[in-house]
């Protein structure tokens, strides 16, 4: 059971989701729904698969106000027995370090692409790693007062190089809206869905709140800020470049803030300061999902957390060396997309019909 030295407010658990869903979502987002897609409708996309993702988000908290300070490890065991529960936690557990290490080997290839070329990887990772940890040892009330303190920084930077980059913008490149038809959108909306991977997160964060039953409230505005900086960031992306002009690009969030400058200003390249935002953002998640991922083990095995906590970090950076390649991290995110969409899709709906078929709101 959580106990209530562990727990937080709603505004923390909001803060906690924004924090993570922007993450390595606003670099690879307009490249990889623009691929699928291929007409500038993506904002489209983007906001069904927000609503989507706001849907799925609401099945997870009833899910989880049935079990009041129980995780998802936890009643997973209530509902479909102890085995298959267990089963059901450890491949969580897995995906959870696997997103850890990926997260980290994608903040290693765009700072050595950018900021320290010609750096080893390892060189970057390790102290990421190391600093993460430090702040995940004293558990989950000192993450949320630090992403309480990074979320409004990220914002202010954020609208303030939105507004520096619509100089570049040309309305044209979003025309013409459904030119393609709505066949195109649909297509993009499993894409767009998955830059919302992290809403998983509510199936822990739940158990942990001081007023549970303010949960959807929590994760109506977790999910609903991302969706609007990932609106911003598609369309400003688009309009610079074109969909034509994207296809070629790696990072185009990236490219956009290195394509002007403002003589005059403290910053005139706003690269630097989109680095700022994006660093502190996937620190955040990488964190985060560090802490779930240790949680897991930890209440699976019914011992202390700290051991895993160590235990986790050559495992992490082994699993985040394996990809030899830009590619091959990329590959990697695709079966982690679909991986998140087949455990936290279904599953959480499913669960939820078992628990009420069974009957009775369970108590702490």
């Not at 940890?133 to 007062?145: E, K, S, T, V």
């Not at 690269?271 to 560090?290: A, D, E, G, N, Y």
């Amino acid at each position: 059971m959580i106990g209530p030295k562990e727990q937080i407010t709603t505004q923390q658990v909001a803060v906690i989701l924004i924090n993570t869903l922007l993450a390595v979502g606003i670099l690879t987002l307009p490249r990889t729904s623009v691929e699928k897609i291929k007409t500038p409708d993506v904002w489209i996309s983007v906001i069904l698969g927000g609503l989507i993702t706001i849907l799925a988000g609401i099945v997870m908290v009833k899910l989880s106000q049935r079990f009041p300070k129980k995780t998802v490890y936890q009643y997973s065991e209530d509902i479909v027995g102890k085995w298959v529960g267990r089963l059901v936690s450890l491949v969580m557990v897995i995906y959870f370090f696997t997103v850890s290490a990926f997260e980290v080997r994608t903040l290693a290839e765009v700072t050595g692409f950018l900021l320290l070329e010609g750096t080893p990887s390892w060189a970057v990772i390790m102290p990421f790693m190391w600093v993460g940890l430090y702040l995940i040892i004293g558990g989950i009330n000192p993450m949320a007062q630090l992403f309480e303190m990074i979320l409004p920084v990220t914002v202010i930077l954020f609208l303030l190089i939105a507004m520096m980059s619509f100089k570049l913008f040309e309305i044209d490149h979003l025309r013409p809206v459904l030119g393609a038809g709505i066949i195109s959108v649909l297509k993009g909306v499993k894409t767009t869905t998955l830059a919302f991977t992290g809403l998983e997160y509510m199936l822990f964060l739940v158990a942990f709140m001081q007023k549970p039953d303010k949960a959807v409230k929590a994760m109506l505005v977790g999910i609903t800020i991302p969706m609007f900086f990932y609106v911003i960031t598609v369309v400003r992306v688009i309009g610079a470049f074109s969909i034509d002009g994207m296809v070629s690009r790696t990072w185009p969030t990236i490219d956009l803030m290195r394509s002007f400058e403002i003589p005059g200003l403290i910053f005139e390249r706003f690269k630097s300061l989109l680095l700022v935002i994006w660093i502190m953002q996937i620190f955040t998640s990488f964190t985060f999902v560090f802490y779930v991922a240790a949680l897991g083990l930890a209440q699976l095995f019914k011992k202390s957390i700290n051991p895993f906590i160590y235990g986790l970090i050559p495992v992490i950076y082994i699993i985040s060396a394996i990809p030899r390649s830009i590619d091959e991290l990329f590959k990697l995110g695709d079966i982690i997309g679909n991986a998140a969409l087949y455990l936290f899709g279904l599953p959480p709906l499913i669960l939820l019909i078992i628990s009420k078929w069974r009957g009775g709101k369970h108590e702490a």
